[in-house]
Protein backbone atom coordinates (compact mmCIF):
# COMPACT_ATOMS: atom_id res chain seq x y z
CA UNK A 1 0.00 0.00 0.00
CA UNK A 2 1.10 3.44 -0.80
CA UNK A 3 2.16 6.29 1.92
CA UNK A 4 -0.95 7.90 0.92
CA UNK A 5 -3.64 5.12 1.25
CA UNK A 6 -1.64 4.32 4.15
CA UNK A 7 -2.23 7.89 5.79
CA UNK A 8 -5.53 8.01 4.31
CA UNK A 9 -6.56 4.80 5.65
CA UNK A 10 -4.88 5.98 9.78
CA UNK A 11 -7.26 9.41 8.93
CA UNK A 12 -9.91 7.12 8.30
CA UNK A 13 -9.29 5.30 11.80
CA UNK A 14 -8.81 7.88 13.96
CA UNK A 15 -12.18 9.29 12.36
CA UNK A 16 -14.12 6.56 13.80
CA UNK A 17 -11.83 5.95 16.82
CA UNK A 18 -13.31 9.47 17.90
CA UNK A 19 -17.06 8.64 16.52
CA UNK A 20 -16.68 6.03 18.83
CA UNK A 21 -15.60 7.21 22.04
CA UNK A 22 -18.23 9.75 21.34
CA UNK A 23 -20.81 7.13 21.54
CA UNK A 24 -19.29 5.62 24.58
CA UNK A 25 -19.00 9.02 26.78
CA UNK A 26 -23.06 9.08 25.96
CA UNK A 27 -23.08 11.28 22.51
CA UNK A 28 -24.39 10.39 19.11
CA UNK A 29 -21.40 9.43 16.62
CA UNK A 30 -23.84 10.50 13.36
CA UNK A 31 -24.13 12.03 11.28
CA UNK A 32 -22.06 11.62 7.35
CA UNK A 33 -20.11 14.53 5.79
CA UNK A 34 -19.69 17.98 7.11
CA UNK A 35 -19.77 19.39 3.69
CA UNK A 36 -23.53 18.81 4.19
CA UNK A 37 -26.02 19.86 7.03
CA UNK A 38 -26.50 17.20 9.40
CA UNK A 39 -29.70 14.97 8.64
CA UNK A 40 -31.21 12.19 7.73
CA UNK A 41 -29.51 10.63 4.90
CA UNK A 42 -27.19 9.23 7.45
CA UNK A 43 -27.74 7.32 10.69
CA UNK A 44 -30.31 5.43 12.78
CA UNK A 45 -33.59 7.31 11.37
CA UNK A 46 -32.60 4.96 8.33
CA UNK A 47 -33.90 1.85 10.20
CA UNK A 48 -37.46 1.09 11.13
CA UNK A 49 -38.51 2.34 14.75
CA UNK A 50 -39.11 -1.86 15.41
CA UNK A 51 -35.67 -2.64 14.40
CA UNK A 52 -34.35 0.39 16.80
CA UNK A 53 -36.55 -0.44 20.21
CA UNK A 54 -35.44 -4.06 19.54
CA UNK A 55 -31.62 -2.94 20.05
CA UNK A 56 -29.32 -1.49 23.06
CA UNK A 57 -29.04 2.81 22.73
CA UNK A 58 -25.67 2.97 22.27
CA UNK A 59 -25.52 0.33 19.23
CA UNK A 60 -28.56 2.91 17.48
CA UNK A 61 -26.65 5.93 18.58
CA UNK A 62 -23.69 5.11 17.17
CA UNK A 63 -25.04 4.11 13.72
CA UNK A 64 -23.26 6.18 10.98
CA UNK A 65 -24.71 3.87 7.60
CA UNK A 66 -26.52 5.70 4.95
CA UNK A 67 -29.13 2.57 4.39
CA UNK A 68 -30.21 -0.83 5.95
CA UNK A 69 -28.07 -3.35 4.11
CA UNK A 70 -30.22 -5.92 6.66
CA UNK A 71 -33.00 -5.67 4.58
CA UNK A 72 -30.94 -5.11 1.02
CA UNK A 73 -29.76 -8.58 1.80
CA UNK A 74 -32.75 -10.32 2.48
CA UNK A 75 -31.29 -12.45 5.32
CA UNK A 76 -33.01 -15.80 6.21
CA UNK A 77 -32.70 -18.44 9.34
CA UNK A 78 -29.37 -20.41 9.46
CA UNK A 79 -27.65 -18.04 7.42
CA UNK A 80 -23.79 -17.07 7.96
CA UNK A 81 -23.53 -12.86 7.57
CA UNK A 82 -20.41 -10.57 7.78
CA UNK A 83 -20.95 -6.97 8.14
CA UNK A 84 -17.63 -5.19 6.82
CA UNK A 85 -17.01 -2.26 8.76
CA UNK A 86 -19.38 -3.65 11.47
CA UNK A 87 -18.90 -0.21 13.38
CA UNK A 88 -20.57 0.11 16.63
CA UNK A 89 -22.66 -3.44 15.67
CA UNK A 90 -26.02 -2.10 14.77
CA UNK A 91 -26.10 -3.87 11.40
CA UNK A 92 -24.07 -7.28 12.50
CA UNK A 93 -27.09 -7.24 15.86
CA UNK A 94 -29.47 -6.99 13.05
CA UNK A 95 -28.67 -9.88 11.21
CA UNK A 96 -28.38 -11.91 14.40
CA UNK A 97 -31.41 -11.71 15.30
CA UNK A 98 -32.95 -12.70 11.82
CA UNK A 99 -30.61 -15.67 10.95
CA UNK A 100 -31.45 -17.11 14.52
CA UNK A 101 -29.78 -19.45 16.53
CA UNK A 102 -28.57 -21.97 13.55
CA UNK A 103 -26.84 -18.73 11.87
CA UNK A 104 -24.14 -16.17 12.74
CA UNK A 105 -23.35 -13.01 12.44
CA UNK A 106 -19.45 -11.70 12.14
CA UNK A 107 -18.59 -8.07 12.26
CA UNK A 108 -15.37 -6.78 10.70
CA UNK A 109 -13.93 -3.73 11.35
CA UNK A 110 -10.13 -2.14 12.08
CA UNK A 111 -11.01 0.71 14.88
CA UNK A 112 -10.30 -0.62 18.10
CA UNK A 113 -12.40 1.62 20.07
CA UNK A 114 -15.52 0.76 17.56
CA UNK A 115 -15.01 -3.22 18.39
CA UNK A 116 -15.02 -2.10 22.11
CA UNK A 117 -18.34 -0.68 22.03
CA UNK A 118 -19.70 -2.97 19.70
CA UNK A 119 -18.51 -5.64 21.72
CA UNK A 120 -20.60 -3.96 24.57
CA UNK A 121 -23.46 -3.55 22.62
CA UNK A 122 -23.52 -7.24 21.55
CA UNK A 123 -23.52 -7.94 25.72
CA UNK A 124 -25.88 -5.51 25.85
CA UNK A 125 -28.07 -7.34 23.20
CA UNK A 126 -27.34 -11.11 25.06
CA UNK A 127 -26.26 -12.14 20.95
CA UNK A 128 -24.95 -15.50 21.53
CA UNK A 129 -24.50 -16.00 17.78
CA UNK A 130 -22.31 -12.94 16.74
CA UNK A 131 -18.48 -12.70 16.58
CA UNK A 132 -16.57 -9.38 16.05
CA UNK A 133 -13.22 -9.96 14.21
CA UNK A 134 -10.57 -7.03 14.16
CA UNK A 135 -8.91 -6.29 10.69
CA UNK A 136 -9.73 -4.73 7.12
CA UNK A 137 -12.07 -5.24 4.73
CA UNK A 138 -9.08 -5.39 2.07
CA UNK A 139 -7.81 -8.78 3.65
CA UNK A 140 -10.75 -10.16 5.29
CA UNK A 141 -9.69 -12.67 7.94
CA UNK A 142 -11.85 -15.46 7.16
CA UNK A 143 -11.41 -18.41 5.09
CA UNK A 144 -12.83 -18.80 1.66
CA UNK A 145 -16.35 -20.35 0.84
CA UNK A 146 -17.31 -19.73 4.43
CA UNK A 147 -20.09 -16.76 4.21
CA UNK A 148 -23.24 -16.95 2.60
CA UNK A 149 -24.14 -13.41 3.01
CA UNK A 150 -21.59 -10.44 2.99
CA UNK A 151 -23.53 -7.10 4.36
CA UNK A 152 -22.21 -3.92 4.75
CA UNK A 153 -22.96 -0.17 5.35
CA UNK A 154 -21.48 3.07 4.04
CA UNK A 155 -17.82 1.69 4.16
CA UNK A 156 -16.90 0.33 1.18
CA UNK A 157 -16.61 4.22 -0.27
CA UNK A 158 -13.85 4.76 2.43
CA UNK A 159 -11.20 1.80 1.11
CA UNK A 160 -8.15 2.73 -0.59
CA UNK A 161 -8.03 -0.69 -2.52
CA UNK A 162 -11.72 -1.45 -3.86
CA UNK A 163 -10.37 -4.27 -5.85
CA UNK A 164 -9.21 -5.89 -2.78
CA UNK A 165 -12.34 -5.68 -1.45
CA UNK A 166 -14.51 -7.06 -4.23
CA UNK A 167 -11.86 -10.07 -4.72
CA UNK A 168 -11.93 -10.58 -0.63
CA UNK A 169 -15.89 -10.41 -0.56
CA UNK A 170 -15.85 -13.07 -3.37
CA UNK A 171 -13.20 -15.44 -1.36
CA UNK A 172 -15.15 -15.97 1.17
CA UNK A 173 -18.68 -16.21 -0.51
CA UNK A 174 -19.77 -19.72 -0.51
CA UNK A 175 -20.89 -20.44 -4.12
CA UNK A 176 -24.44 -19.15 -4.53
CA UNK A 177 -23.74 -16.51 -1.63
CA UNK A 178 -25.06 -13.52 -2.24
CA UNK A 179 -23.76 -9.82 -0.98
CA UNK A 180 -26.71 -6.66 -0.06
CA UNK A 181 -24.92 -3.77 0.77
CA UNK A 182 -25.73 0.09 1.21
CA UNK A 183 -23.04 2.15 -0.09
CA UNK A 184 -22.48 5.95 -1.48
CA UNK A 185 -22.47 6.11 -4.79
CA UNK A 186 -21.78 9.35 -7.44
CA UNK A 187 -23.43 9.54 -10.98
CA UNK A 188 -21.57 8.44 -13.80
CA UNK A 189 -20.74 11.95 -15.04
CA UNK A 190 -19.04 13.12 -11.80
CA UNK A 191 -15.22 12.89 -11.60
CA UNK A 192 -13.17 12.22 -9.13
CA UNK A 193 -12.62 16.44 -8.58
CA UNK A 194 -16.16 16.76 -8.34
CA UNK A 195 -17.02 14.09 -5.69
CA UNK A 196 -14.33 15.26 -4.09
CA UNK A 197 -16.02 18.66 -3.95
CA UNK A 198 -18.90 17.76 -2.45
CA UNK A 199 -17.83 16.17 0.74
CA UNK A 200 -14.81 15.19 2.35
CA UNK A 201 -13.61 11.41 2.43
CA UNK A 202 -13.78 10.26 6.22
CA UNK A 203 -17.31 11.75 5.47
CA UNK A 204 -18.10 8.89 2.62
CA UNK A 205 -18.51 11.24 -0.11
CA UNK A 206 -15.09 11.97 -1.97
CA UNK A 207 -13.99 8.35 -2.12
CA UNK A 208 -17.78 7.02 -3.37
CA UNK A 209 -17.17 4.86 -6.80
CA UNK A 210 -19.73 6.05 -9.50
CA UNK A 211 -22.79 3.26 -10.68
CA UNK A 212 -20.66 2.06 -13.79
CA UNK A 213 -17.70 1.70 -11.35
CA UNK A 214 -19.42 0.01 -8.73
CA UNK A 215 -20.57 -2.66 -11.02
CA UNK A 216 -17.39 -3.17 -13.46
CA UNK A 217 -15.51 -3.70 -9.95
CA UNK A 218 -18.01 -6.36 -9.02
CA UNK A 219 -18.07 -8.40 -12.70
CA UNK A 220 -14.16 -8.31 -12.29
CA UNK A 221 -14.48 -9.27 -9.24
CA UNK A 222 -16.36 -12.56 -10.78
CA UNK A 223 -19.55 -11.85 -9.56
CA UNK A 224 -23.15 -11.81 -11.39
CA UNK A 225 -26.70 -10.29 -11.13
CA UNK A 226 -25.49 -7.05 -10.06
CA UNK A 227 -27.80 -4.08 -9.13
CA UNK A 228 -26.65 -0.88 -8.04
CA UNK A 229 -29.52 1.18 -7.28
CA UNK A 230 -30.23 4.94 -5.80
CA UNK A 231 -32.15 5.60 -2.77
CA UNK A 232 -31.79 8.76 -1.34
CA UNK A 233 -29.43 11.89 -2.49
CA UNK A 234 -26.94 12.95 -0.35
CA UNK A 235 -25.08 15.22 -1.78
CA UNK A 236 -26.01 16.73 -5.76
CA UNK A 237 -25.50 13.91 -7.92
CA UNK A 238 -24.49 11.61 -4.74
CA UNK A 239 -26.83 9.10 -3.59
CA UNK A 240 -27.03 6.36 -1.01
CA UNK A 241 -27.68 3.12 -2.93
CA UNK A 242 -28.18 -0.77 -2.69
CA UNK A 243 -25.82 -3.06 -4.10
CA UNK A 244 -26.67 -6.89 -4.44
CA UNK A 245 -25.00 -9.26 -6.54
CA UNK A 246 -23.53 -13.23 -6.60
CA UNK A 247 -21.06 -15.55 -6.14
CA UNK A 248 -21.79 -18.10 -9.08
CA UNK A 249 -22.59 -21.38 -8.03
CA UNK A 250 -20.43 -22.47 -10.73
CA UNK A 251 -17.37 -21.10 -12.52
CA UNK A 252 -18.51 -19.06 -15.39
CA UNK A 253 -15.84 -18.03 -17.12
CA UNK A 254 -16.74 -15.21 -19.17
CA UNK A 255 -20.46 -15.11 -18.39
CA UNK A 256 -19.42 -12.13 -15.67
CA UNK A 257 -22.88 -9.35 -16.25
CA UNK A 258 -22.81 -5.71 -17.20
CA UNK A 259 -24.34 -3.85 -13.90
CA UNK A 260 -27.97 -3.75 -13.91
CA UNK A 261 -28.15 0.71 -14.58
CA UNK A 262 -31.85 2.09 -13.14
CA UNK A 263 -33.62 4.03 -15.41
CA UNK A 264 -35.00 5.77 -12.84
CA UNK A 265 -34.28 7.91 -9.74
CA UNK A 266 -36.23 6.57 -6.72
CA UNK A 267 -36.68 8.51 -3.77
CA UNK A 268 -36.98 7.02 -0.54
CA UNK A 269 -37.68 8.66 2.66
CA UNK A 270 -35.71 8.77 5.50
CA UNK A 271 -37.16 6.12 8.60
CA UNK A 272 -38.67 3.65 5.95
CA UNK A 273 -35.68 1.28 6.06
CA UNK A 274 -34.43 0.65 2.15
C1 LIG B 1 -19.21 5.11 8.24
S1 LIG B 1 -18.78 3.97 9.53
C2 LIG B 1 -20.09 2.77 9.34
C3 LIG B 1 -20.21 1.86 10.52
C4 LIG B 1 -21.38 0.87 10.45
N1 LIG B 1 -21.36 0.07 9.25
C5 LIG B 1 -22.71 1.59 10.57
O1 LIG B 1 -23.55 1.47 9.69
O2 LIG B 1 -22.90 2.28 11.57
C6 LIG B 1 -17.37 3.15 8.85
C7 LIG B 1 -16.78 2.02 9.69
O3 LIG B 1 -15.91 1.25 8.86
C8 LIG B 1 -14.66 1.04 9.49
N2 LIG B 1 -13.67 0.97 8.40
C9 LIG B 1 -13.37 1.93 7.50
N3 LIG B 1 -12.47 1.50 6.62
C10 LIG B 1 -12.17 0.21 6.98
C11 LIG B 1 -11.29 -0.78 6.45
N4 LIG B 1 -10.53 -0.52 5.39
N5 LIG B 1 -11.26 -2.00 7.06
C12 LIG B 1 -12.01 -2.25 8.16
N6 LIG B 1 -12.85 -1.34 8.70
C13 LIG B 1 -12.93 -0.13 8.12
C14 LIG B 1 -14.51 2.21 10.45
O4 LIG B 1 -13.66 1.88 11.52
C15 LIG B 1 -15.95 2.46 10.88
O5 LIG B 1 -16.29 1.71 12.01
Redesign the pocket.
Known amino acids: MSHHSNDL ?1 ET ?2 ER ?1 AAAAVQVTEGGTACCGPQAIEVDDNFGSTLYAAAERDALPAEAVA ?4 CGNPTAVADLHEGDRVL ?6 G ?2 VLLSARRVGPTGKAYG ?4 EE ?1 LALALANQKKAGATNVEFLK ?4 AIPLPANTIDVVI ?4 IN ?2 TDKPAVFAEMFRVLAPGGRIGISDVVADDQLGPDQRAERGDYVG ?1 IAGALSFTEYGEGLAAAGFTDIEVIPTHAVADGMHSAMVRATKPTAPTGTTAQAPARPTSFDSCSAGSGC
Do not use: P
Open positions: RVRYASLGDLGSGGIDLDMTMGTIESNCVLSC
